[in-house]
């Protein structure tokens, strides 16, 4: 399940971080009425423009706390045009943060992404199944190490979603998938 912010009902043209600050406020309420698993979409369909400052508010700020007061959910941006998607991802890069872009159904990360990074989030996007980390190790050609710190790491950032899971021999293991 996901909840919506339409960030066109609240001006075709957004500016500064006052006024990110308030939508903030609206798109927290729409987190905490998620559960883990589910997906916050901000969608800026009929948004024209949005400055670097409101980006950084907006979406800086909220992805800064999510994995601290909303862990396992995801934050999702769709629609955007080719200036509020370079303003967006200027604004991550500044603050070394990644953000899930959703087009066509169709994953992609924004903002500072490292290669390796990407690789495995593509992976696991990809998956119709949550993967285990030895799973990886084989779809990537890495080593267990390498593959358990790309995942830490993309988790941290809530790029993806750990579950504990069951083996067929009844063994407990963990699973990582990325949002629906």
């Given at each position: 399940m996901e909840r919506r912010l339409l960030l066109v009902?609240?001006?075709?043209?957004?500016?500064?971080?006052?006024?990110?600050?308030?939508?903030?406020?609206e798109l927290i309420k729409i987190f905490e009425g998620l559960q883990p698993g589910e997906a916050g979409v901000i969608d800026c369909k009929g948004v024209e423009v949005?400055?670097?400052?409101?980006?950084?508010?907006?979406?800086?700020k909220t992805l800064l706390s999510l994995s601290r007061e909303y862990p396992e959910r995801f934050l999702l941006?769709?629609?955007?045009?080719?200036?509020?998607?370079e303003n967006?991802?200027?604004?991550?890069?500044?603050?070394?943060?990644?953000?899930?872009?959703?087009?066509?159904?169709k994953l992609a990360l924004l903002g500072r992404v490292h290669p390796a990074d990407l690789e495995t989030f593509n992976v696991i996007a990809a998956s119709r199944e949550p993967?285990?980390?030895?799973?990886?190790?084989?779809?990537?050609?890495?080593?267990?190490?390498?593959?358990?710190?790309?995942l830490s790491k993309l988790t941290g950032l809530a790029l993806i979603r750990r579950q504990m899971g069951v083996?067929?021999?009844?063994?407990?293991?963990?699973?990582y998938l990325a949002p629906a």
């Open positions: 009902n609240h001006g075709k043209q957004l500016w500064t971080r006052e006024r990110a600050r308030e939508i903030r406020t949005f400055d670097y400052s409101f980006a950084n508010e907006l979406f800086g941006v769709e629609n955007l045009t080719d200036y509020t998607r967006l991802s200027k604004a991550l890069e500044s603050l070394g943060l990644i953000m899930i872009e959703r087009k066509a159904n993967l285990t980390a030895v799973a990886l190790k084989g779809k990537l050609g890495i080593n267990l190490t390498a593959v358990n710190e790309r083996s067929g021999a009844g063994r407990q293991h963990y699973t």
